[in-house]
Every structure is written in C-alpha cells, then in structure tokens.
C-alpha cells in the first residue's frame, strides 16, 4: 500500500481574505462537514505521513474546526496548517492544545509607505501565537513567500518593516534583516529557491521566490517537466474530489470522489496512471500541468 508523504484534505475552500496574490476558486463555496471529514481520515489515515487541512480557503473559518482537530487527533493523523493567520486570536490555542505539528502562517505584504493599524493588530495576533508556539511542540512558519529580490522594492515594501516588527515583538537576539540579507545572497548562488530561518524554539521564518500557479486560460509553459503528484503528494477537494497536486485549486484534473469510489480505483484510474507516467518520462500530460511554474522549478532542480 503506497503512503504519500503528503496528503491534503481541504476542509473548505472558502476564505475570509481577498489576497490579490492568492489565486480565486470558481468552485461552490463548500465546507466538509465534520462527519464527511471522518469518514475521508477514517480511508487516508493509513496512506499519508503528513496531513494539510487545506488546498483552497482559510481553514480555522471552518465552524467546526475544533470538531476536525479532535477527529485528527482521534486517527492519529500528523496535522499541518496553512492560515492567513487573521484568526489566530480565536483558534490558536486550539491548535496547540491538539499538538498540530506545524502552523504555517502567510504574512500578507502591503503596498504602503508605514504599519497602518490594521496591519499591527494582524501581526500582534501572528506574532502572540508565534510567541507561544515557541514554548510547544508545534513549530510555527512566517511566510513571506514572494520576497525575491525583485519584490523587495515593488509590491512588498512593508517587508522591511514586518522583519522589524518580528525582531521587536519576538525579542530576537539576533539581526534579523541582516540575517535575511545572508541568506538571500545563498539563495542566489544555489539553486534552491527558497530557505527556513530559525528565529527561537521552533519558530521559522520562511521564503521563496514568486512562482506561477497554473491555470487552464494561461498559456502552455512547456509539455517538458516533472512534479511530485501522485508520487509524494494527493489532494482531496472540499467535496471529496480527488486530485493528484496541491495546486489544481479549481478541480481540473479530477480523478473521482473519495466518498463514492475506493481510493485504490481513484488512484489506479487510467487519467491516474498516465499523468503518473508521464511525468516518468518527464512529460505533463494534462493541459493545467503545462501551465505550471512550480512544475518548471521541479523540472530545472532535477536537471
């Protein structure tokens, strides 16, 4: 029995933000309801190492979340969680009560000149949470994913000033941006794209390059690549689609229902199999593949 190293299990796709830098679903808003979501860790619980309640939309606005995190612990399943973070005030502690594994919130840049008052009291929620994460089990990631060179003067000025906010609120013992500086500058003679620095305890920051979600309008990008779907990773949309990649936000290469069919028939399909093939032969057989930047970033790292 093949165990993914990732399984995704999107508990809703609907979100309480309107990031422009997020790509929008033209899905049914759906919530899976707590009783669904047993049923969908009850068949998964064996087959993944890590489990991600999301794939679209902000999962600690499910009104169960509470529900699932006791499901989760109930099956044993090892929790990860992407958030806005714009929540955490109400379902942090939650989360570090069931022993989530990692929480993983993206800290969304502003183009403006100073902190608007808003912006602080979402990042005094962040990093309150951040703060008592530090003292647990559960690690917490700061994502600043597009904080490429080329961002830091365009559409992320506040960059700055959120790295300075992190080193007062956080008490750092360290300098922060010229921490960050250091690692840029490895990240540009590497080939690796993106880096995890240690702040305190198990507190992160993240970073990455922009990259190109894929979408069906766009033009192909190459019909040459490779991607991890179906070999690391599934994804189980809200209404209990499956699909091979994290990244196929509006459900367009559907392989069957995980609520209606076994999930060894979903896997074993024949669409399964040739995108699985396909990519053994370094080749993107379905047309949202070829549109695909993160796919290219897989396909230049293996080569």
């Known amino acids: 029995m093949k165990k993914y190293r990732k399984i995704y299990i999107e508990i809703t796709n609907v979100c309480n933000l309107n990031c422009s830098f997020c790509p929008k679903t033209a899905r049914e808003p759906c919530f899976m309801t707590a009783e669904k979501f047993r049923q969908a860790a009850r068949i998964l619980k064996d087959r993944g190492r890590n489990f991600y309640l999301h794939v679209m939309g902000e999962p600690t606005a499910h009104p169960q979340f509470g529900e699932i995190l006791d499901i989760c612990c109930e099956y044993g ?22 022993h989530v594994r990692m929480v993983s919130a993206s800290l969304h840049s502003f183009e403006a000149n100073s902190l608007s008052s808003d912006m602080q009291r979402y990042l005094d929620k962040v990093l309150s949470f951040a703060a008592k994460a530090a003292e647990t089990d559960t690690a917490c990631e700061l994502r600043l994913w597009n904080f490429d060179r080329k961002s830091l003067y365009g559409a992320n000025k506040l960059n700055g000033q959120i790295l300075s906010y992190m080193q007062e609120k956080l008490k750092l013992d360290f300098d922060l941006a010229g921490a960050v500086e250091e690692q840029l500058e490895k990240m540009e003679s590497s080939n690796s794209r993106k880096f995890n620095l240690r702040l305190k305890g198990r507190v992160f920051l993240g970073m990455a390059e ?15 690549g490779f991607c991890y779907g179906l070999r690391n990773q599934i994804a189980v949309l809200a209404n209990g689609d499956v699909v091979p990649c994290c990244l196929d936000s509006d459900g367009h290469m559907v392989l069957g229902n995980i609520f209606s069919s076994p999930l060894d028939d979903i896997l074993n399909s024949r669409r399964a199999t040739d995108i699985y093939t396909g990519f053994t032969n370094q080749k993107a057989v379905e047309r949202l593949c070829q549109t695909c930047g993160y796919m290219q970033k897989f396909f230049k790292n293996r080569n």
């Open 210 to 224: 922009h990259f190109e979600w894929p979408d069906i309008n766009s033009p192909v990008c190459s019909e040459s």
């Open 77 to 98: 399943l090892t929790v990860n969680i992407t958030t806005n973070g714009s929540l955490l005030d109400k379902t942090g502690d939650m989360m570090l009560k069931s």
